[in-house]
T-cell receptor
Framework: GQNIDQPTEMTATEGAIVQINCTYQ??????LFWYQQHAGEAPTFLSY??LDGLEEKGRFSSFLSRSKGYSYLLLKELQMKDSASYLC??????????WGAGTKLIIKP | ETGVTQTPRHLVMGMTNKKSLKCEQH?????MYWYKQSAKKPLELMFV???????ENNSVPSRFSPECPNSSHLFLHLHTLQPEDSALYLC??????????????FGPGTRLTVT
């Protein structure tokens, strides 16, 4: 079967750095996405990786290793507004998105 | 504001009712999706439409019936639902299905409660 694993919940301090991991086992691979979802709101797109390596976008970076079935989202200089759920999703060989259950990130002052 | 709107935002219905959820995208996208989001569970893809044609139906019970009259509008018709169908129903759109990043843009969702 297809599976996406990510931690259920993480806590970090304002101003710090946090890394959210995602491991996947899917039927084929056509890209990995990270989305942010604030409570009661729609998911919004953060990043896309299809080749191995690090993609940097401001305070957020996403890393992919296809051989290890592994990705992480790195958030720097954490702000209170970063408190949200972070969803990892992999596009499989049929171009369907397979979603993880999300990681709830709690930022403390 | 993502360019995808959904109505209603909240819906309470009995098990014998019939109701419809509406989604509209103002992004000129060709693909539209219905998802079910339950607490602490991954997003469940229900239906996919590409250029108004249904391409995926992930073993969704027949009490959920989608309709896509054009590339900008998507409906989810509901009838004789069960309490376990209570969830957040999200609509999304993307430029296409394959190739490039084609990230999905989500609407705010309809919070459905079945009593």
């Amino acid at each position: 079967g297809q599976n996406i694993d990510q931690p259920t919940e993480m806590t970090a301090t304002e101003g710090a750095i946090v890394q959210i991991n995602c491991t996947y086992q899917t039927s084929g691979f056509n890209g990995l996405f990270w989305y942010q979802q604030h409570a009661g709101e729609a998911p919004t797109f953060l990043s896309y990786n299809v080749l191995d390596g690090l993609e940097e976008k401001g305070r957020f970076s996403s890393f992919l290793s296809r051989s290890k079935g592994y990705s992480y989202l790195l958030l720097k200089e954490l702000q209170m507004k970063d408190s949200a759920s972070y969803l990892c999703a992999v596009r499989d060989s049929n171009y369907q998105l397979i979603w993880g259950a999300g990681t709830k990130l709690i930022i403390k002052p | 504001e993502t360019g995808v709107t959904q109505t209603p935002r909240h819906l309470v219905m009995g098990m014998t009712n019939k109701k419809s959820l509406k989604c509209e995208q103002h992004l000129g996208h060709n693909a539209m999706y219905w998802y079910k989001q339950s607490a602490k569970k991954p997003l469940e893809l229900m239906f996919v439409y590409n250029f108004k044609e249904q391409t995926e139906n992930n073993s969704v019970p027949s009490r959920f019936s989608p309709e896509c009259p054009n590339s900008s509008h998507l409906f989810l018709h509901l009838h004789t639902l069960q309490p376990e169908d209570s969830a957040l129903y999200l609509c999304a759109s993307s430029q296409g299905l394959a190739g490039e990043s084609y990230e999905q843009y989500f609407g705010p969702g309809t919070r459905l409660t079945v009593t």
